[in-house]
C-alpha cells in the first residue's frame, strides 16, 4: 500500500500551493485513493477520496476543499451532487463523461487506468468533468492521451517500471507530459513525488 507526500505549485510561476499526503491501495475489485491536502503554512485545506473500479470507472469520488464539497459516481455518464458552505445549496449534475478530473494527482492515475493506452495504439480521446479549486467549479472538456514509452529501471527494491504519457487539452490545445509508475505519480505539471514509504504497487491488465 504506497503510502507518501506529493508537492503542489504552480504550473506557471511554480509558487508552492502546497502538500497532499496519500494513500492507496491496488485490490481485486479496483483501485482506492485517499488524501489530505495541507497549504504551505500547514492549514488543512481539503481532501480526495476516490474509488475506481477494475475498469478504472470512477465508482466513488468525495473531494473536498475548504467549505465546498463534490459527491460523484459513474452513473449514465458522470453523476456528481456539487455543495457550498451553506450546506443547503446541493444539486445533483450529470453530462455524458467518462470520468473525473481534479488538482489531485489521482486523477491521472485513474485515468490512465480507465484508458490504458499503448505506445502503438496512438492518443484516445476523452471526456472530462475537472473540479477546480477553490470553489470546485466543474469543467466539461475533451483531452487526448497516448503513451510515449514505458522503461524499466534498477532500484533497490527491484525494476521499476515507469510510464511517461503525453496529454493534450483539446479545447486550448495546452499539452503536458505524465510519469507514472504503478500507481504512483512520479511528476506531473504542478504535481512532484517528495517521499514515498513503500514501492507502487502494479496494475494487472486483466
Not at 48 to 54: G, K, N, Q, S
Not at 80 to 96: C, K, L, M, Y
Request: aromatic share 6%; net charge negative.
Amino acid at each position: 500500500m504506497p503510502r507518501g507526500r506529493y508537492s503542489l505549485h504552480d504550473t506557471h510561476d511554480r509558487t508552492p500551493l502546497g502538500d497532499e499526503h496519500f494513500q492507496c491501495a491496488v485490490g481485486p475489485t479496483g483501485w482506492r485513493y485517499f488524501s489530505q491536502t495541507t497549504a504551505p503554512t500547514g492549514e488543512h485545506l481539503g481532501s480526495t477520496d476516490l474509488t475506481v473500479d477494475a475498469l478504472g470507472r470512477p465508482v466513488r469520488l468525495q473531494l473536498r476543499y475548504g467549505d465546498w464539497q463534490v459527491r460523484g459516481a459513474a452513473l449514465e455518464g458522470v453523476t456528481w451532487v456539487r455543495s457550498g458552505p451553506s450546506g443547503t445549496d446541493a444539486a445533483e449534475h450529470n453530462v455524458p463523461a467518462h470520468a473525473f478530473s481534479g488538482p489531485s494527482p489521482a486523477f491521472l492515475v485513474a485515468l490512465t487506468r480507465l484508458l490504458r493506452p499503448a505506445p502503438e495504439a496512438g492518443a484516445t480521446r476523452v471526456r472530462l468533468v475537472t473540479f477546480t479549486t477553490p470553489v470546485l467549479a466543474p469543467r466539461t472538456h475533451d483531452q487526448s492521451w497516448a503513451m510515449l514509452k514505458s522503461e524499466s529501471h534498477a532500484t533497490d527494491n527491484g525494476p521499476l517500471v515507469v510510464d511517461t504519457y503525453r496529454a493534450a487539452d483539446l479545447e486550448t490545445g495546452e499539452q503536458h507530459t505524465v510519469h507514472l509508475a504503478g500507481d504512483v505519480v512520479l511528476a506531473a505539471p504542478g504535481i512532484e513525488l517528495e517521499d514515498l514509504e513503500t514501492p507502487p504497487s502494479a496494475f494487472t491488465n486483466d
